[in-house]
């Protein structure tokens, strides 16, 4: 039996339609995104509000979720994900990727790879 692979990528805001279109070029079926905050090496930034300077310290990004059945496919993803990314500044974003210990469709209680396709 494959491995599953779940990958996680948090991404700038504006490469969100770049990502997702890299993904449907490589025929990955499922993805799940969604709108988050957050901070790493950039830190936020100053801002004035009201007259008032502000520290925001988290910035929107984009996170995707996708599930994959093997190391093959991982590389893959994640290739083109970075690839997608890639503006060559600070705020790009991480890639993570880690195996699963299961999956089940609701629908039909298909699990593990059956559960993906």
Do not use: H
């Not at 491995?3 to 990502?19: C, G, H, N, T, Y």
């Not at 890299?22 to 995104?33: P, Q, R, S």
């Not at 790493?40 to 520290?55: L, M, N, P, S, W």
């Not at 910035?59 to 083109?80: D, G, L, N, T």
């Amino acid at each position: 039996m494959s491995k599953m692979i779940k990958i996680e990528a948090i991404v700038r805001e504006e490469k969100l339609e770049d990502v997702k279109s890299a993904l449907n070029d490589i025929e990955v079926n499922g993805i799940t995104v969604f709108q988050v905050m957050g901070c790493g090496a950039q830190k936020g930034y100053t801002e004035i509000v009201r007259g008032t300077e502000v520290d925001v310290s988290l910035r929107p990004k984009v996170k995707f979720e996708i599930v994959v059945s093997s190391e093959e496919w991982e590389m893959k993803v994640i290739k083109a994900i970075q690839e997608a990314a890639f503006t060559g500044r600070i705020g790009d974003g991480k890639i993570f990727s880690y195996e699963l210990r299961g999956a089940m469709r609701i629908r039909t209680c298909e699990t593990g790879y059956d559960a993906l396709n």
